[in-house]
């Protein structure tokens, strides 16, 4: 599982707590008690500062969580798939860098609870509604 950040309050950790699949998540701009969320993360998995990158099955993946400079590293061509969160809007581009921003879980700001499926031998993914 990727996360692009913004768990807001340690608290949140509780209802990921019976994940079964790895996790590895970036903090966010609305993280302030990082020393807590890590901690309460721990037994899930590392949260990073962004950007970060992580390598899964052979394939580059940069983590952020603000956009700001997308366009520029996917030009840059030295990832497979560049992942982001931050405007809860979903964002896919298909190309030879694989941009996502998966929308939001929890649907507080958009009213829509999406997550993306990756599918890193297709190089593509799918968003579901939940």
Same mark, same amino acid.
């Given at each position: 599982?990727?996360?692009?950040?913004?768990? +807001?309050?340690?608290?949140? $950790? @509780?209802?990921?707590?019976?994940l079964t699949v790895p996790f590895v998540?970036?903090?966010?701009?609305?993280?302030?008690?990082k020393f807590g969320l890590r901690a309460?993360?721990?037994?899930?998995?590392? +949260?990073?500062?962004?950007?970060?990158?992580?390598?899964?099955?052979?394939?580059?993946?940069?983590?952020?969580?603000?956009?700001?400079?997308?366009?520029?590293?996917?030009?840059?061509? $030295?990832?497979?798939?560049?992942?982001?969160?931050?405007?809860?809007?979903?964002?896919? @581009? @298909?190309?030879?860098?694989?941009?996502?921003?998966?929308?939001?879980?929890?649907?507080w700001t958009t009213g829509r609870e999406?997550?993306?499926?990756?599918?890193?031998?297709?190089?593509?993914?799918?968003?579901?509604?939940?």
């Amino acid at each position: 599982m990727l996360h692009g950040g913004d768990y +807001i309050a340690p608290f949140n $950790a @509780r209802w990921m707590g019976d994940l079964t699949v790895p996790f590895v998540g970036v903090f966010g701009n609305n993280d302030g008690e990082k020393f807590g969320l890590r901690a309460l993360f721990e037994d899930l998995g590392p +949260i990073h500062r962004p950007p970060y990158v992580h390598e899964w099955e052979g394939k580059r993946i940069l983590m952020l969580h603000e956009p700001d400079e997308v366009d520029a590293l996917v030009d840059s061509g $030295a990832y497979d798939v560049i992942f982001y969160g931050h405007t809860h809007e979903i964002d896919v @581009r @298909r190309g030879d860098t694989l941009v996502i921003n998966p929308g939001e879980a929890c649907g507080w700001t958009t009213g829509r609870e999406t997550v993306g499926i990756l599918d890193l031998n297709a190089m593509d993914v799918e968003i579901v509604a939940l």
